[in-house]
């Protein structure tokens, strides 16, 4: 008999889709060393139980017996949820989940995301599957993907029948296909754990329609499946042999500038759905630089309309991503993509860097009655420390005349651009990082990639700078006097379209210039003063800043937004 486990169970009654489950998941660490800090489960099922989705140490696992399965029961409500297991309690102990097994199927499917998934419409205990994995040990896991996309009408029930149920076979409705990415695609899936050689003979249902499954790969008219060594996907459109769209696909050439990048050597590459975003270096996806000019390219073979990537360099045995969200290029012939410096989301050349400086930050928790200060105190984490991020964090030191402000120093700071984080406690050991929720001026703050938000800070020069920050927050009043650079300058409007006014004081004169993200000066009016009117000529839709200096060479930064 063939031994089958179903990680969606069947759907009950419109009233229960939104009760409260009790879910059992469930992981075999078999071959793997536990780490001390144990055995963890994050995903997005943690914020309907009051907790924050995607907290690596927020769902601990345990031990059941002596065996090496680890479990941990939730309570959560019907529906679809991605989740990840780890050997830790942060992300350094995270699993690779294998293409087969991820929410993309290595088939591109919401965004290339490289998730587990499960479904729930009723208490269960899901199967414990291997740490890494796809199935439980000694299994293979199959995912029976239907595309339903060419349909004119799809029924709230989605189902697989074959002469794998047991004991009834060929039962409709009795094993449920599930929509993991509602809304964005309408590819319905089931998973079938079995062994080597099992022969699966099957059809989709579309409510109560069974396909016609044509007669070129059909086998006594139904689907056939036989496992072999390996997880895999058995994906096909419904009522058809193949897929029910095969995109065209043409040349598409990347180019990444590497000029203001510090610490690169000579080892890029990307990461995408193109090739399962693997986590450490890939050879297949190398950029190269043919004439020794900083700017990397590589063409590759894609299927139109969309192409999503993230460039990354190795050096010392450290795989370095780059920041902001993933790259995404829409397309339909041959394209060479324009030159993008390294870690940008907008296309242009990198600017040149400055000389390393001393940079000086500090932050002020005092002014929020709510907040609670960590006993592991206040700390310090960015990108362009080494390690980088939780790595290489850093206690900050109370301020000696401040009450609630903490500050530190990184000498030698290289990056012409940095990001970076206060943290409430020890990031290594369950500190909490600002999460800027609520936060209403976003002009300190860009996308980090992972569904979050980072401060960013670009260096104007290579002179020693101090970044203030009241904590959570783009506010820098954190009680010092305030100096040229806290200054507020009145720019409206702000967001603008054609040209918006800056006002300066008339009895002094400044340099302002118009600077992007990447530290590009597009523009510089040397000795404004009184009302200054900015144009937007040059300007794609986007954030800029706005320097001024004045006479005695003192910096005051301001954000403007062109739309």
């Known amino acids: 008999m063939k031994k089958m486990y179903s990680l969606v169970v069947a759907l009950l009654t419109t009233v229960a889709l939104f009760a409260q489950r009790n879910v059992t998941i469930q992981v075999d660490m078999t071959g793997q060393t536990i780490s001390a800090n144990g055995v963890h489960v994050a995903g997005d099922f943690q914020g309907p139980a009051g907790g924050t989705n995607w907290t690596p140490n927020g769902t601990p696992m345990t031990q059941v017996g002596t065996s090496n399965i680890y479990a941990a029961t939730v309570n959560i409500p019907d529906g679809a949820y991605h989740l990840k297991f780890i050997n830790d309690n942060d992300w350094a102990g995270v699993e690779g989940v ?60 989605v189902s697989i029948a074959g002469d794998f149920q047991v004991p009834n076979t060929w039962t409709p409705k009795a094993d449920i296909m599930y929509d993991v990415v509602p809304g964005s695609d309408s590819v319905f899936r089931y998973v079938y754990f079995g062994n080597t050689d099992d022969t699966i003979n099957y059809k989709f249902i579309n409510g109560s329609a069974w396909e016609n499954v044509p007669g070129a790969c059909a086998v006594n008219g139904n689907r056939q499946f036989i496992i072999g060594t390996a997880n895999a996907v058995a994906s096909n459109c419904i009522n058809a042999c193949g897929a029910c769209f095969i995109p065209d696909t043409f040349n598409l050439t990347l180019q990444v500038d590497m000029n203001g990048v510090c610490g690169f050597s000579d080892t890029l590459d990307f990461a995408g759905p193109f090739n399962g975003w693997p986590g ?164 300190c703050t860009e996308p980090s990639g992972a569904g979050g938000l980072n401060r960013f800070y670009v260096r104007p020069d290579d002179q020693p700078q101090t970044i203030k920050a009241i904590y959570n927050t783009c506010q820098n009043n954190i009680g010092l006097e305030e100096s040229f650079a806290e200054r507020t300058f009145s720019i409206y409007p702000n967001p603008f379209t054609g040209q918006t006014t800056l006002q300066l004081d008339n009895e002094e004169s400044y340099t302002v210039s118009i600077v992007d993200l990447n530290g590009r000066v597009l523009e510089t009016l040397p000795e404004a003063s009184g009302k200054v009117t900015l144009s937007a000529r040059n300007m794609a839709p986007g954030v800029y800043m706005i320097r001024i200096r004045n006479a005695a060479g003192a910096l005051n930064i301001n954000k403007v937004i062109v739309q």
């Open 98 to 157: 294998p293409a087969e097994c991820q929410v993309s199927l290595g088939m591109g499917l919401d965004n290339g995301s490289d998730n587990r998934w499960m479904a729930i419409t009723s208490d269960t205990t899901l199967p414990a599957i291997q740490f890494g994995g796809c199935a439980p040990a000694g299994m293979y896991a199959i995912t029976f993907a239907a595309d339903l996309s060419q349909e004119a009408t799809v029924a709230d029930t």
């Open 280 to 443: 450490s270096f890939d050879p297949n996806t190398q950029f190269t630089d043919a004439n020794s000019d900083g700017i990397y390219e590589i063409t590759v073979r894609a299927p139109s309309p969309e192409f999503t990537y993230k460039a990354r360099f190795h050096t010392n045995g450290n795989t370095n991503w780059e920041g902001g969200n993933n790259k995404v290029i829409m397309f339909n012939g041959d394209t060479t993509v324009a030159v993008r410096c390294f870690g940008s989301d907008a296309y242009g050349p990198c600017a040149p860097v400055p000389a390393p400086s001393d940079l000086t930050f500090m932050v002020d928790v005092s002014q929020d009655p709510n907040f609670i200060p960590s006993g592991d105190g206040i700390w310090f984490i960015g990108d362009f420390t080494s390690p980088a991020w939780q790595g290489g964090a850093i206690q900050m030191t109370p301020h000696s005349t401040l009450p609630g402000v903490f500050e530190t120093s990184v000498n030698g700071v290289c990056p012409g651009k940095i990001n970076f984080k206060f943290v409430n406690g020890d990031p290594n050991n369950g500190g909490v990082e600002e999460d800027f929720a609520g936060l209403q001026d976003s002009s």
